[in-house]
């Protein structure tokens, strides 16, 4: 249902994608000799999503970007993430979805397929999720295993990251791989009675508000 | 592209040292309280040759917080579970009864941070003494326990 859901999402979110950039076309065709045609690529993070089956967090996430000039593309990510945290005498767990915006740009290109290359970005993101407290622990002398729970409680946070990462075609096929690292940092997220969150879907931990996350997508372009 | 891998590496570096939801500091925690010792016959700070001090956490057998000799203050951890007081026995000799010193308080929850989780601020702390060997009687100096910079209750021996 929920996956499914998802999918409904962002196939309409990459019509809106296609609709806005034709705007752009518009611009983009004096400076730049790199004529616009509308164009998009898929993706679906495999990494993450492999992973899902061998812990604790399962994440799905995919993107749609679009090359808007010669060396610039738009991209749009959307993802659901479940996660818990149990550590420390927490018991914390949190899902929801998340979805990020940006854009990258081609630093070095293949000279035979300017598709392929390595490329740098910047992304706005925002989560929107449930989470629970099932466990917060109380901290004094010669008392262990005390905990506070909280109701579950809707929160959103936001944070901006960055892209690194590189896009190779497979063969002369109209599949790429899509490798990125997203150094990243939690700028505001809303708080249930002041208790800083462990863990943000699609953010992950979020005690330290740097964080790493990586994927590696199998894209197709059409 | 050696300047990528560059910033690449500082961003790792950036990112390795983002997680500390591990270590609390003791002084971010849950604070103890004081206790000063007075001469009960002319009312003088003194010290206790020797001093036993247990607390009931509410696990047997008590826990033994002090046993020592010469002794001018104790720090007393109070309970931080669901129970309204805490029972803490003092003997100035062992095999003697000693006194029961039975605080009651009220409770406030205040987050620290996400390595510490909750600590416990006290209020309204009320003294209740059985027993007047070794311990005479209290005087309550500050019913707050919020740090432990100040004396809570002296102890007249």
């Known amino acids: 249902m929920r996956t499914a859901s998802i999918f409904i999402c962002a196939f309409s979110l990459l019509s809106i994608s296609l609709f806005s950039q034709t705007k752009t076309e518009e611009k983009k065709q004096d400076s730049v000799k790199w004529k616009y045609t509308p164009n998009f690529t898929v993706g679906v993070d495999v990494l993450n999503l492999g992973s899902s089956f061998f812990s604790d967090r399962q994440m799905i996430q995919g993107f749609v970007s679009s090359r808007i000039s010669k060396k610039v593309h738009a991209v749009i990510d959307l993802g659901y993430d479940n996660n818990i945290y149990q550590k420390n005498g927490y018991d914390v767990k949190a899902d929801g979805l998340f979805a990020k915006i940006g854009g990258f740009y081609m630093l070095s290109m293949d000279p035979e397929n300017d598709l392929n290359g390595f490329y740098a970005g910047a992304k706005l993101a925002g989560s929107f999720y449930n989470q629970e407290y099932k466990a917060v622990p109380v901290k004094g002398l010669n008392s262990d295993g005390v905990f506070i729970a909280f109701d579950p409680s809707t929160q959103s946070s936001y944070w901006i990251e960055a892209s690194l990462g590189a896009r190779v075609q497979v063969f002369s096929s109209n599949f790429f791989i899509d490798v990125n690292a997203q150094p990243r940092y939690l700028a505001y997220t809303t708080k249930q009675e002041e208790i800083k969150p462990m863990i943000v879907p699609g953010f992950g931990k979020s005690s330290g508000s740097f964080n790493m996350g990586f994927s590696w997508s199998i894209a197709y372009k059409f | ?157």
């Open chain 2, 1 to 157: 592209m050696k300047n990528l891998l560059w910033i690449f590496g500082l961003l790792l570096l950036l990112t390795s040292c983002g997680s500390d939801d591990d270590i609390c500091l003791g002084e971010e925690s849950t604070p103890r309280l004081k206790l000063k010792f007075r001469n009960a016959s002319n009312n003088l700070l003194t010290t206790v040759d020797t001093l036993y001090v247990d607390v009931d956490y509410g696990k047997t057998p008590l826990t033994s917080i002090i046993y020592s000799a010469n002794v001018d203050s104790v720090f007393v951890p109070l309970r931080i579970d669901e129970s309204p007081y805490t029972d803490i026995y003092f003997r100035t000799r062992s095999g003697q009864t000693g006194s029961k010193l039975r605080v009651t308080y009220d409770k406030k929850s205040i987050y620290v941070s996400p390595a510490c989780g909750f600590k416990i601020n006290y209020e309204n702390l009320k003294p209740e003494l059985t027993g007047t060997t070794p311990v005479q009687d209290i005087q309550t100096n500050n019913t707050t326990l919020t740090d432990e910079n100040s004396i809570n209750f002296y102890l007249r021996f």
